[in-house]
Each structure stands twice: as structure tokens, then as C-alpha cells.
């Protein structure tokens, strides 16, 4: 055997819970580059923000992510591969052209941010009223879904 004799899930064919599972490389790779582009597009958020930004910058920034949440596109989403290929294609000629046309002192500064702010995580709820606000808004929201849920019913069972 070529050096894998040691590995007994190897040899024996079954995975024991110590077994350290790698994955592919190609499924590795596909994992980086969707944090890399994770990671621009948290770079591109906070350029379209910054003041020394071009306004045609921006509009390039906002026409791409558009197009993504649109639902008219050339190509539709429920096209298994292409229909998800096309959004990937207008994200990746948004990102080089707006490389291109957004000065680098902003785009490092922008980096710098983004970075900042995948260290320091996801911002936590820290007022009180925030969180009472949402709960009250929540309920508002769900005695209305009710209330128009019985109305509809007894118009439907009365209006015989």
C-alpha cells in the first residue's frame, strides 16, 4: 500500500468518529472563492458608502446587484445552471469594473473596514427598546394576519 496502511478507515473502507474527513479540492476551492466574493462585495458596500466615491461608481454597484435581485433577468433562475451562471457573471464584471474605477486609497480604506467588521462579528441588540419595538411591531403584524384571515372567512361562509 502507498503510505495509506496506517489510516484504517482507508484500508478497511468505513469511518470511524476520529477520522479526519478532507474534502476535495475543487470543493475547497469553491469555499474560498465564495468567502472571497462574500468578502469584496462587504468591501464594495462600504465603498458605494464612502464620500469620495464617483457617482458612476455607484450606479454600477447598485445596476449589478439589481440585476441579481431582479426577477427579470435574460436569463431566469429556475434554469438549473445557467440561470445562476448569468448572476454570477454580472456580479464578477461589476467587481473588476468597479476595481477599476474606484480610487485605490478608497479601496484599501473600504478593505480595511470590511476586515474590521469580520472580526468583530455580528452586532448584537444592545438597547432594550429596540428589541420591545420589534416584538410590538411583530404582534401588530400577526393580529392583522388574523384579523384578515377571519374577515375573509366569514365573508366567504355569510355572503351565501
Not at 470511524?16 to 474527513?21: C, D, E, G, I, L
Not at 469553491?30 to 468578502?39: I, P, T, V
Not at 420589534?134 to 374577515?151: D, E, F, N
Amino acid at each position: 500500500m502507498n503510505g495509506d496502511s496506517n489510516n484504517p478507515a482507508l484500508v478497511s473502507g468505513s469511518c470511524s468518529p476520529n477520522t479526519v474527513r478532507r474534502e476535495p479540492a475543487f470543493v475547497t476551492s469553491s469555499k474560498q472563492r465564495a468567502q472571497q466574493l462574500c468578502r469584496e462585495a462587504h468591501v464594495f458596500y462600504f465603498a458605494v458608502k464612502h464620500p469620495c466615491v464617483p457617482w458612476y461608481a455607484r450606479l454600477v454597484a447598485a445596476c449589478s446587484v439589481g440585476y441579481v435581485f431582479s426577477p427579470i433577468q435574460l436569463i431566469p433562475n429556475f434554469i438549473p445552471v445557467i440561470g445562476f451562471a448569468d448572476d454570477l457573471l454580472v456580479l464578477f464584471l461589476g467587481i473588476k469594473l468597479l476595481h477599476r474605477i474606484t480610487p485605490p486609497e478608497v479601496l484599501t480604506e473600504c478593505r480595511e473596514l470590511a476586515e474590521a467588521a469580520e472580526r468583530g462579528g455580528q452586532k448584537k441588540i444592545e438597547s432594550t427598546s429596540v428589541l420591545v419595538a420589534s416584538a410590538i411591531v411583530a404582534t401588530l403584524w400577526l393580529l392583522a394576519a388574523v384579523g384578515a384571515g377571519s374577515l375573509t372567512v366569514a365573508y366567504v361562509l355569510f355572503s351565501r
